[in-house]
């Protein structure tokens, strides 16, 4: 019996330390995506017009795929150098319409 009580001692150690390394490990990655974004908002106050940066916010709340891929994609131009001015409210307007979807008016059929 002693014997059988020791194994699952140390079987339920085993489960409570990995546990504890897999919880470790999620606050490890939920650190790093709080720097990332971090770094994602301090570049895109520096090449957004504060216009753009509330108008970008808004549509994140309404299509958060393709306001991450705008973000990205202004991201990628500031880092490479291709940005040589301010994003204004104008220039994001026509970056957002060539990424957001097509509205497709609606059909009303009569029978």
């Known amino acids: 019996m002693d014997e059988l009580e020791e194994i699952r001692r140390r079987r ?20 790093l995506q709080k720097q990332i974004e971090a770094q994602k908002k301090a570049i895109l106050r520096t090449i957004l017009e504060p216009e753009a940066r509330e108008r970008l916010s808004r549509v994140k709340l309404a299509h958060p795929e393709i306001a991450e ?13 291709r ?18 979807p097509k ?8 029978k």
């Open 69 to 81: 891929a705008v973000e990205n994609q202004l991201i990628a131009l500031a880092q490479s150098g």
């Open 83 to 100: 940005l040589k001015t301010k994003i204004s409210d104008e220039m994001l307007k026509e970056i957002l319409k060539r990424a957001l």
């Open 12 to 31: 339920l150690m085993e489960i409570q330390a990995q546990k504890q390394r897999e919880l470790e490990e999620l606050q490890r990655q939920q650190e």
């Open 103 to 110: 509205r497709r008016e609606p059909k009303i059929i009569r």
